[in-house]
């Protein structure tokens, strides 16, 4: 027993709990760039949004409003740290509402579908979707008696279909519910035509508008 004890006491260590298990992994984050797992994002200026506003809204006017959308969806503006700020984002939530407001409700199952069926068609509803639940976050969380800053919280008949939202003084409850309503009205159509799986891929999507 004593050979046993003096033995144990003088090889046995803990410098194996030094090893670092993942650098002999060869599929081991440390053994390559995790980087490459999030590509870099597009830079879009506020400029470059007030830009595809302009290109969108004449689409609106000649009647094409599945491009006026399309054109919305392919250049989304995302969270990159870099040139992409906050006011650029807020522009793009504004012109995708905008193109929204100005689509029938009897069109919105066929403009949709039009999308959905061209190619990456999948993706761009996908970034509808995470659109519609950023206008919703900012109509949720208007203050009472107050107004959100720059997302449109009223809804004013239209003779287009849905309604043109906008602020109005007094009247952030009725605003905010019928902004809602039309937000909601979209993911409803959205998860008709791209499914529920739509719902999933946004969640787990670590790029953000």
């Known amino acids: 027993m004593s050979i046993i004890r003096e033995h144990t006491q003088h090889t046995l260590t803990d410098v194996w709990r030094t090893i670092n298990i993942d650098a002999l992994q060869e599929d081991s984050s440390v053994n390559f760039d995790t980087s490459a797992l999030r590509p870099p994002v597009p830079e879009i200026s506020e400029a470059d949004v007030r830009a595809l506003t302009s290109r969108v809204r004449q689409l609106l006017r000649g009647g094409d409003a599945e491009g006026a959308l399309r054109a919305c969806l392919e250049s989304p503006v995302y969270e990159n740290g870099g040139s992409n700020t906050e006011a650029a984002k807020e522009a793009a939530l504004?012109?995708?509402?905008?193109?929204?407001?100005?689509?029938?409700?009897?069109?919105?199952?066929?403009?949709?579908?039009?999308?959905?069926?061209?190619?990456?068609?999948?993706?761009?509803?996908?970034?509808?979707?995470?659109?519609?639940?950023?206008?919703?976050?900012?109509?949720?969380?208007?203050?009472?008696?107050g107004s959100a800053p720059r997302t449109p919280t009223r809804v004013t008949p239209q003779p287009t279909g849905f309604s043109q939202m906008g602020p109005r003084p007094g009247a952030s409850s009725e605003s905010t519910g019928a902004a809602m309503s039309v937000l909601l009205s979209w993911h409803e159509k959205v998860v008709e035509v791209a499914g529920l799986g739509c719902i999933g891929r946004v969640m787990t999507d670590w790029r953000r508008v």
Do not use: C, F, N
């Not at 009897?106 to 950023?134: F, H, N, Q």
């Open 94 to 145: 504004q012109t995708v509402v905008e193109v929204l407001q100005s689509i029938k409700a009897s069109d919105m199952t066929p403009v949709l579908r039009g999308i959905y069926a061209s190619e990456g068609g999948s993706e761009a509803l996908d970034v509808l979707m995470k659109y519609l639940y950023k206008g919703m976050a900012a109509a949720s969380t208007v203050p009472p008696g």
